[in-house]
């Protein structure tokens, strides 16, 4: 079992940074495949952003070349650093965790079996 805690949102104007940290409690995180899934108001819950111990790597479109995921496993610690933050980056962030997730499902929520409990991102204009 892993147990998730999301840390470091908050409220930045349109263009700022922030990063994002998700730490991990269980013996087995460095092997996991990690994501992060954003939920916007009144919109479904989509994923931003995985990354797996082989070194996978996805990003959603509307966040590449803006976003960078990245572990410590020595401090099992999953990030998100976030630059040029616009008001559509504005939701309820949450990290999660999975045994195994192919490739091309690093996206996909059904692939995840533990949940944070998310960390608030607010971008003004």
């Known amino acids: 079992q892993v147990q998730l805690v999301e840390s470091g949102g908050g409220s930045v104007q349109a263009g700022g940074s922030l990063r994002l940290s998700c730490a991990a409690f269980g013996d087995t995180y460095s092997s996991y495949c990690m994501g992060w899934f954003r939920q916007a108001p009144g919109k479904e819950r989509e994923g931003v952003a995985g990354?797996?111990?082989?070194?996978?790597?996805s990003y959603a479109d509307s966040v590449k070349g803006r976003f960078t995921i990245s572990r410590d496993n020595a401090k099992n610690t999953l990030y998100l650093q976030m630059n040029s933050l616009k008001p559509e980056d504005i939701a309820i962030y949450y990290c999660a965790a999975a045994a195994a997730v192919p490739r091309w499902l690093l996206l996909h929520q059904g692939q995840y079996a533990y949940w944070g409990q998310g960390t608030q991102v607010t971008v003004s204009s």
């Open positions: 990354t797996c111990s082989d070194g996978s790597i």
